[in-house]
Nanobody
Framework: QVQLVESGGGLVQAGGSLRLSCAASGRTYSTYAMGWFRQTPGKEREFVAAISLGGGYTYYADSVKGRFTISRDNAKNTMYLQMNSLKPEDTAVYYC???????????????????WGQGTQVTVSS
């Protein structure tokens, strides 16, 4: 089992950058695939980015491709989301998620993840 805690959210102007972190506890962190999702009130949860357990495979939603970069440091049990060129439509609560059994082709499916953090708010002003 793994516990997840996000940090790094905040208020930023459009065009700015933020880096989110997801700290994981648990001895088997390196065996979990990880993902970032986001949600705004009244909307369904949206896939943002995902990374395989070894970090060799990454996957992005079209809406963030070229602006966001997902990475992980297994030695520090931490996953990151570097967000550049932020837009007001990126405003949301961002959640990290983990699961040991998700196949690569399903990394964008939120329902397949068993473990979730509490979320961190990102607000982008225009």
């Amino acid at each position: 089992q793994v516990q997840l805690v996000e940090s790094g959210g905040g208020l930023v102007q459009a065009g700015g950058s933020l880096r989110l972190s997801c700290a994981a506890s648990g001895r088997t962190y390196s065996t979990y695939a990880m993902g970032w999702f986001r949600q705004t009130p009244g909307k369904e949860r949206e896939f943002v980015a995902a990374i395989s357990l070894g970090g060799g495979y990454t996957y992005y939603a079209d809406s963030v491709k070229g602006r966001f970069t997902i990475s992980r440091d297994n030695a520090k049990n931490t996953m990151y989301l570097q967000m550049n060129s932020l837009k007001p439509e990126d405003t949301a609560v961002y959640y990290c998620a983990a699961d040991p059994y998700i196949p690569t082709k399903r990394l964008n499916i939120g329902d397949d993840y068993d473990y979730w953090g509490q979320g961190t708010q990102v607000t982008v002003s225009s």
